[in-house]
């Protein structure tokens, strides 16, 4: 089997999405925030993705590198973990402050194509063991190269269905050190023919005072659009 490690930065996204305003989704936001049983303040605002036929999002982390995303990472601590432990992120200046639980939830049914992959939940394999036998024993920064193409372990795919909620953990809790889960890289494959809407909610381990620079972070365009419902 070709092996291909590399980092997992150069990734791609060809889907377009916005935010919402808060006061668009308080219904949701809330009943997000019981779901998770944290405080509505550690939701980052609700984002809408769309990808029309052909459109994806290759392998990629939804824990928050942050701060250090222009400067040159440290090849053994890839997403910043360690300088998060020990100096949180702008706006949240708190040890391990990181992306802990997000939770998608598709807003329409796609027959083909689209679905969202979870592939490298055993990355500790693909690496030959890099955090010792396993990252749940000693979790720690790391490189974050894995096995891009092939994955590793358990492929786990989810087809969008309408109103289908799907939650997954980017990074430890941050009494547990707030590290990236290598495990937890995933992607959308691309849709086929049909175009595929979906809800990312991301939640923090502790509140951010600074939302526009998170958002800025991620390139996302302010929302200057309201929605036409509030839900
Ligand atoms: O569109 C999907 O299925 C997943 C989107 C995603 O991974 C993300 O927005 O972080
Ligand atoms: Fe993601």
Redesign the pocket.
């Known amino acids: 089997m070709r092996q291909t490690f590399h980092n997992v930065s150069g990734r791609s ?1 060809t ?1 377009s ?1 916005c935010v919402l305003r808060n006061d668009e989704v308080p219904t949701l936001r809330a009943r997000f925030a019981r779901l998770a049983g944290v405080a509505v303040s550690a939701l980052q605002p609700l ?1 809408v ?1 769309r ?1 029309e036929p052909g459109e994806r ?1 290759d392998i ?1 982390t ?1 824990a928050f590198r942050g701060d250090l995303r222009d400067a040159e990472p440290d090849p053994n601590d890839w997403w910043a973990d360690r300088h998060r432990v020990e100096h949180g992120v702008k706006g949240a200046p708190i040890s391990g402050c990181n992306r802990m639980l ?1 939770i ?1 939830v ?1 807003l329409n049914t796609v027959a083909r194509g ?3 992959r979870w592939r490298w939940t055993n990355h500790d394999l693909a690496l030959g063991g890099s955090h010792g036998t396993s990252f749940y024993e000693a979790p720690g920064p790391g490189s974050g190269r894995t096995e891009v193409e092939h994955g590793s372990g358990a492929d786990v795919s ?1 087809a ?1 269905v309408e109103g289908t909620g799907v939650l997954h953990f980017p990074a430890c809790t941050a009494a547990a050190g707030g590290w990236t889960d290598y495990n937890a890289y ?3 494959e691309p849709t086929v023919d049909e175009t ?1 809407w ?1 809800a ?1 909610q ?1 939640i923090w381990s502790h509140e951010r005072l600074d939302w526009r620079a998170v958002l800025d972070a991620e390139n996302h365009e302010p929302s200057t659009r309201r929605s036409d419902d509030v839900i």
């Open positions: 996204r889907s999405g984002k993705s990808y999002f990629h939804d997000t998608f598709y689209g679905r969202t989810v969008p995933h992607e959308a595929k979906v990312q991301f």
